[in-house]
């Protein structure tokens, strides 16, 4: 019914004339930070972002729909919530019908670069994206983007860059001179070990004593200083080569990040425990665009990550499609009441096959919040989290788990009726058998340039099932996503990524049409 949503909708786009042909040269930059809190977006701990952020639109009150990286990106890309767009559990790969702002932007005529090297994950198959641009990516995290703005920049077509930082993703690594202790002192306590070493720390693989909160702190904000710096470097960037009045700028954030405001450290990948408080739902979300967005504004109303595309699209005077469930963060209309929703697998990207049916959801009111798991709070008393008002108040609670699995429902209901399965495609030729990477070898840095190549026999228009079972102990997963073709390319990883792959050790993965799923390839095994 709905199979060809982008061809209709780049109709839409011609009719709204909006080429680059016709000499429409505005340039979006979507610049967005991976564990990000909303407090640390302040003159204290981003003096740049701060700064610019005076010339724009913040808003206070803005949200995440998930406690996980994918399913929030995802929401800010196409406006839809997770259960609706799909991409919402361990390797879940969302409909290649999926309307995002890479395609969108794509039908314009933009340039539109791929600088993210975690991209090659399934969860952005369907997104629309180029391959990745590893002739841009350097020796420091933000090369990529920095030396794609220097070569591609000015003129036309006009660009829509989207960036990823993980800087201030686990482990919390500041440079030297930002470490709040010698490291040889900081190395003492077990759970800052943890978070100093590891981007996994389960929930009770560590603990922490409250000498340890002021110290995680410093480590933090160090690497929201690290966003900061490079942040100011891009803008200079656009400033120097007169980019900046006409280039919209969004910057916001996958998720934020707990710092033992709950008693532990991180978010649903890292802790392999989801939660939905605020510290981990609330993101900073600024928008900037000299002489189009009045700046010095501040809102207040609750807002949240499915509202940037269509906004994105109504300043680029680029027609909403019906199905989009975010709402322009420019509106006038009075949405003090609307409610805001969450959900997260239990581990998020760690989510294991035995439970990838644990889900915890939440849903946020004028005034309160509702978690699944049994909590109720007032965000205006009680902004922390700290009292649960279920025992007080189980009318409201119970109205709110109604409101919350009413809008489940009808988003996985959603999902299904604008991205119905489309039918397979069946391979030929019997079992694959695996060519690349050979069995048992050990993968280097240098040799392979920072890239992944998995090939196997087959042919490009069958959907395969790649399987895989990665590591021991805390650091194992395992699982099965989808690919269309019979190979697939993942990276450039930097080297510091590229090593911390050695703690993974081993991996081992094989192949199986999706449509003779009894037909793998043998296992293949490998190390870095």
């Not at 990040?257 to 802790?271: I, K, M």
């Not at 997260?344 to 915890?360: F, H, M, P, R, Y």
Request: with cysteine; proline share 7%; charged share 25%.
């Amino acid at each position: 019914m709905l199979s060809s949503l982008l061809v209709k909708f780049a109709v839409l786009l011609i009719l709204a004339g909006l080429t680059c042909s016709r000499g429409f040269a505005q340039n979006v930059l979507l610049f967005t930070v991976d564990s990000c809190r909303r407090d640390r977006i302040t003159p204290e701990f981003a003096p740049n972002i701060a700064r610019w952020a005076t010339k724009g639109i913040v808003f206070e009150n803005a949200y995440s729909t998930s406690a996980w990286t994918a399913p929030g990106l995802v929401s800010i890309l196409t406006g839809l919530y997770p259960p609706t767009h799909g991409v919402n559990n361990r390797d879940h790969m969302g409909s290649p019908d999926l309307v995002t702002l890479i395609k969108v932007f794509q039908k314009l005529g933009y340039r539109v670069p791929n600088l993210n090297f975690f991209t090659f994950a399934p969860y952005y198959q369907n997104l629309g994206l180029p391959a990745v641009a590893q002739e841009y990516f350097g020796t420091d995290s933000g090369d990529e983007l920095l030396n794609w703005l220097t070569k591609n920049t000015g003129g036309s077509p006009p660009f829509f860059a989207w960036y990823h930082t993980t800087l201030a993703h686990q482990p919390y690594r500041p440079r030297p001179e930002e470490l709040p202790l010698p490291l040889e002192e900081l190395l003492k306590s077990p759970g800052l070990r943890a978070v100093l070493s590891g981007a996994i720390v389960p929930k009770g693989s560590t603990s922490f004593s409250e000498a340890d909160r002021p110290l995680i702190d410093r480590l933090y904000n160090g690497e929201i200083g690290r966003v900061d710096r490079l942040f100011k470097k891009t803008l200079d960037l656009l400033e120097t080569k007169d980019l900046r009045k006409n280039t919209l700028i969004v910057f916001t954030a996958d998720h934020g990040e707990e710092l033992l405001d709950h008693y532990f450290v991180g978010h649903a990948s890292t802790s392999l425990e989801a939660k939905l408080y605020e510290e981990i739902v609330r993101i900073p979300l600024i928008l900037s665009w000299p002489d189009r967005i009045p700046g010095g504004r501040r809102v207040s109303r609750p807002v949240n990550q499915t509202d940037i595309f269509p906004t994105i699209l109504e300043l680029f005077k680029i027609p909403v499609p019906k199905f989009v469930q975010g709402i322009s963060l420019l509106t006038r209309k009075a949405l003090k009441d609307r409610p805001i929703f969450f959900e997260s697998v239990i581990a998020g990207n760690q989510t294991t096959k035995e439970k990838e049916d644990l889900w915890i959801r939440a849903i946020r009111s004028r005034h309160h919040k509702f978690i699944s798991n049994g909590e109720l709070y007032d965000l205006r008393s009680d902004p922390g989290e700290k009292r649960n008002l279920l025992s007080r108040k189980p009318e409201l609670a119970a109205r709110l788990r109604r409101e919350l699995e009413k809008w489940h429902q009808n988003a996985v209901e959603e999902g299904r009726r604008v991205f119905p399965e489309k039918p397979l495609v069946y391979a030929e030729g019997g079992c694959p058998r695996v060519f690349t990477p050979e069995k048992n070898s050990v993968l280097s840095f240098d040799a392979h340039t920072g890239m992944i190549l998995f090939d196997w026999s087959g042919d490009k228009n069958t959907t395969y099932l790649l399987e895989y079972d990665i590591g021991v102990g805390d650091h194992h997963v395992a699982g099965t996503y989808e690919v269309t073709g019979n190979h697939q390319l993942l990276g450039p990883l930097n080297k510091e990524l590229w090593d911390n792959l050695k703690a993974w050790n081993p991996f081992k993965f094989r192949v199986a049409p999706k449509s003779q799923d009894a037909c793998w390839s043998d296992w293949v095994n490998f190390n870095f």
